[in-house]
């Protein structure tokens, strides 16, 4: 079961990414989203983009940071993909985010909840590069899984929003609710994972150099 978790988060992440990196190259902007979405993402079409193909960057990224053996061999890759994955993905994606939770479809309550992510997303890849500067490693390792707990609510949204159409529900009330299901659950499961004492002070290349970005 264990062994299956990875490769399925990667598989969903890069499906996730590979669908926008499509939808909004090859299609018209809005074209994917619902039709009551359609206007607001055309009158606030640099920042969608931004937001998207930023986003699609850490997405992407997030589980090769994750990979040990990556780490341990390759290190420059590490800093390097790191450096992409905070620079373009967390910080692009994420202020174009925050940008876009103003307009949000759903309400207030939808405003807030993707508010609420996008100033956590960029407040943990803070953290987690603040802590690496001081090579304070499990720090990083901590600051990175709370990071890619949320840049995982773009995989987590896009289950429940079929699931809620499936239900039946309605569509603006559900995605309010959504706007919140998409992350607090990945933060719980990212302090559990971090509470259950998972990461230890790491052995090899990364901690004899100190991983530096
Ligand atoms: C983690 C922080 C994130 C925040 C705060 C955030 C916020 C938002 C907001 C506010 C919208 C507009 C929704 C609306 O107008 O109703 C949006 C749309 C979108 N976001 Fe994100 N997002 C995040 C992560 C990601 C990631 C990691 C991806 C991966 C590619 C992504 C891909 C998209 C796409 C493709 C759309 C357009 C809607 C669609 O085609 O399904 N987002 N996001």
Known sequence: ?????????????????GYAVYAYSALPIGAAVHPDMRASFEAHRTAVYLH????????????????????????????????????????VGGLAGLYLARFAYGGLTAQIGFGALAVLWLYSGLRAYLAIRRRSILEHQRWMTRNYAFTFAAVTLRLYVPASFMAGLDFAGAYAVIAWLCWVPNLIVAEVLIQSGRFKPAHGPAAAKGVRP
Do not use: D, I, K, S
Request: net charge positive; glycine share 10%.
């Open 52 to 91: 998207v193909f930023g986003a699609a960057v850490a997405m992407l990224l997030g589980p090769l940071q994750f990979t040990a053996r990556v780490r341990e061999r390759w290190l420059n890759l590490h800093r390097w993909t790191g450096r992409a994955y905070l620079g373009l993905g967390v910080l």
């Open 1 to 17: 079961m264990r062994r299956l978790a990875f490769p399925t988060l990667w598989l969903l992440a890069v499906g996730v990414a």
